[in-house]
């Protein structure tokens, strides 16, 4: 397994297994390692991810777009409950314009999905047995993790030619805890993720400023049942960095880091998983944030 910063192949530095998820071994705020899934490991997803695909019934009055862009965020899943009790569950969000007036697919349905979310770790055996993988488990131990638990995950297709623009943003704008700087993504490539196909761009360093914005649930019977507090920096596209990255590889990802990803003009999918972990000791989360753990579904602890 080669780790790597911005690209440079670099052993893991000396004081790698004391740094805590408030430090990566890494200035920047996140950091590769290519290899960490085999190539069997990567297909055993994308074909399971494939059954569940073709088993998907999502009635017409419960299909959302998904979108960054903060307006539609509000409009689409923040007003719609099939999205805000998605937490402990397996539910299907999909592309912008795949849907006619009424409803029904103007693409064939699996091509037109955006993502699954949010609790493929809890419900799904094969997407569970990854997240809680002996590496998985040593890399977070290596991190310096206590008590990490797994608050949410994801798997995010990129469909070839629509495959929607990520803004830039932050996860803890949505995974929101007191203190800053304890949660930490983990995305992994299911298949080469390239500039052309929407790869993830970085500001490298940006994770040291803070939160500027937070999308906080509204009170219950409310609509839209989200808003956000502050708003997003018109950041200058020059600082970003582009980070390909080849099927197999994991990127940590620092809750506070500024990322996104362009919208996938190729013929070529992108598809990924990727997972959340709060380090929980000494943590709160906050009671605001649309994700909110159920009596169904505690965050599970990483560690088995």
């Known amino acids: 397994m080669q780790w790597h910063d911005l690209g440079s192949p670099q052993p893991p530095p000396p004081g790698f ?62 007003s719609t409950d099939y999205f805000l009790s998605s937490g402990d569950k397996i539910r299907f969000f999909f592309e912008k314009g795949v849907f006619d007036e009424k409803g029904n697919f103007l693409v064939p349905p699996e091509k037109s999905i955006n993502k699954i ?52 943003h932050q996860d803890a704008s949505f995974l929101y805890t007191e203190p800053l700087g304890r949660v930490l993504g983990v995305w992994i490539a299911l298949e080469d993720a390239t500039v052309e196909n929407g790869c993830l761009w970085f500001i490298p360093g940006s994770h040291t400023s803070g939160v500027s914005r937070r999308m906080v649930r509204a009170p219950a019977g409310s609509a839209p049942g989200t808003s956000f507090l502050g708003s997003e920096p018109a950041w200058d596209s020059s600082l970003f960095v582009p980070t390909p990255v080849q099927k197999g590889a994991l990127v940590l990802i620092h809750g506070e880091v500024v990322h996104k990803s362009k919208q996938n003009l190729s013929d070529c999918s992108r598809q990924a998983y990727t997972f959340h972990l709060m380090e929980a000791s000494g943590t709160t989360w906050s009671p605001e944030n649309w994700l909110q753990p159920t009596a169904e579904l505690p965050f599970p602890p990483l560690y088995t």
């Open 117 to 168: 979310g949010h609790a493929l770790h809890a419900h799904d055996p094969i997407f569970r047995s990854i997240t809680h993988s002996p590496k998985v488990q040593a890399l977070a131990r290596s991190l310096g993790l206590q008590m990490p638990v797994v608050v949410q995950s994801m798997y995010i297709f990129k469909q070839p030619h629509i495959g929607g623009e990520v803004f830039p």
């Open 17 to 78: 297994r004391q740094l805590s998820c408030l430090s990566l071994p890494s200035k920047d705020g996140f950091l590769v390692l290519e290899g960490f899934l085999s190539a069997e490991e990567c297909v055993a997803m994308q074909q399971r991810i494939g059954k569940i695909v073709a088993e998907m019934d999502v009635p017409p009055h419960c299909r959302t777009e998904f979108s960054t862009h903060e307006e539609e965020q509000l409009q689409a899943q923040g």
